[in-house]
């Protein structure tokens, strides 16, 4: 992504396109077959870990196409004056590639991640609702980690299966670190890290009714029925977040910060188009 189309958070480059883009983008990457666009999305928690775990800021850098998923990162991006753009959950991004391709009239989609109920459940789902695309497999891998014999094993299922777009549901930063380690190995156009939209497409796992969402306050929809499981995100992650950003781009100096994040974005890329 050129410095036109991205703004930078705490080291990652976030895209600034509205979501028609990037998805006519995604249907390009089909046609012309090139080398995999990875989708990962951030929000303040994954930014937060991000900052301790060198894989998965590596991960974040490394992805084509990070978007802003999370209110508090359009937030504080307003706030110093950072261009990221509109919001885009990762929801907006899955339905935005599929609808384009249902109009586009085929593609070849794999679901990699959850639990086999829940991928049973978005198989019927996608039957009725993408009826031109293809369901052309659907994996749960095991619990936990994973020996190399297993996941060479699952990669090999996944390719042959000759998927346009997989999407992968596993909790961050495993399912965004896995898909860097194994990107080399799979001749795929979109990759994208989709976490708990495997469990609200499935409808095992109900979304926040959309006008919460328009307003922003998914997270506090989130949080009053996950209280347990969210605070963590809600109460250490989130005012971490506010403190680490105005650190890095207020205290600092930003346009330093920026022009040095550019130069390794650009490095990145021209490493990925020399590989591809």
Same mark, same amino acid.
């Given at each position: 992504?050129?410095?036109?189309?991205?703004?930078? %958070?705490?080291?990652?480059? %976030?895209?600034?396109?509205?979501?028609?883009?990037?998805?006519?983008?995604?249907? *390009?990457?089909?046609?012309?077959?090139?080398?995999?666009?990875?989708?990962?999305?951030?929000?303040?928690?994954?930014?937060?870990? &991000? *900052?301790?775990?060198?894989?998965?800021?590596?991960?974040?850098?490394?992805?084509?196409?990070?978007?802003?998923?999370?209110?508090?990162?359009?937030?504080?991006?307003?706030?110093?004056?950072?261009d990221v753009g509109p919001r885009i959950t990762g929801a907006d991004y899955f339905y935005g590639v599929l609808?384009?391709? *249902?109009?586009?009239?085929?593609?070849?989609?794999?679901?990699?991640?959850?639990? *086999?109920?829940?991928?049973?459940?978005?198989?019927?789902?996608?039957?009725?609702?993408?009826?031109?695309?293809?369901?052309?497999?659907?994996?749960?891998?095991?619990?936990?980690?994973?020996?190399?014999?297993?996941?060479?094993?699952?990669?090999?299922?996944?390719?042959?299966?000759?998927?346009?777009?997989?999407?992968?549901?596993?909790?961050?930063?495993?399912?965004?670190?896995?898909?860097?380690?194994?990107?080399?190995? %799979?001749?795929?156009?979109?990759?994208?890290?989709?976490?708990?939209?495997?469990?609200?497409?499935?409808?095992?796992?109900?979304?926040?009714?959309?006008?919460?969402?328009?307003?922003?306050?998914?997270?506090?929809?989130?949080?009053?029925?996950?209280?347990?499981?969210?605070?963590?995100?809600?109460?250490?992650?989130?005012?971490?977040?506010?403190?680490?950003?105005?650190?890095?781009?207020?205290?600092?100096?930003?346009? &330093?910060?920026?022009?040095?994040?550019?130069?390794?974005?650009?490095?990145?890329?021209?490493?990925?188009?020399?590989?591809?």
């Amino acid at each position: 992504m050129s410095k036109r189309n991205t703004g930078f %958070l705490l080291g990652v480059a %976030l895209n600034r396109r509205p979501l028609t883009e990037v998805t006519a983008e995604a249907v *390009q990457a089909i046609d012309r077959r090139i080398a995999p666009k990875v989708f990962a999305c951030a929000n303040p928690h994954s930014l937060v870990v &991000a *900052q301790q775990d060198a894989d998965f800021h590596s991960a974040l850098r490394q992805a084509n196409l990070v978007v802003a998923d999370g209110v508090g990162v359009t937030f504080m991006t307003r706030l110093i004056g950072v261009d990221v753009g509109p919001r885009i959950t990762g929801a907006d991004y899955f339905y935005g590639v599929l609808g384009a391709l *249902q109009r586009r009239g085929s593609a070849r989609v794999f679901f990699f991640g959850s639990s *086999q109920p829940v991928l049973d459940r978005i198989a019927r789902r996608f039957a009725a609702d993408f009826p031109s695309l293809t369901l052309c497999g659907a994996l749960s891998p095991p619990f936990g980690t994973w020996s190399e014999i297993e996941n060479h094993r699952m990669v090999k299922a996944i390719s042959n299966a000759k998927p346009d777009v997989l999407w992968v549901g596993m909790t961050a930063p495993k399912q965004e670190k896995w898909v860097e380690a194994n990107r080399g190995q %799979l001749n795929i156009p979109i990759i994208g890290s989709i976490g708990a939209v495997f469990d609200f497409y499935a409808e095992t796992y109900a979304r926040a009714p959309k006008w919460i969402c328009d307003i922003g306050l998914e997270w506090v929809y989130r949080f009053i029925r996950e209280p347990r499981r969210m605070w963590r995100r809600t109460f250490v992650s989130g005012p971490k977040f506010v403190w680490l950003v105005f650190r890095q781009h207020v205290l600092w100096n930003h346009a &330093a910060v920026e022009a040095v994040e550019l130069s390794e974005q650009e490095k990145h890329s021209h490493q990925r188009e020399k590989a591809a």
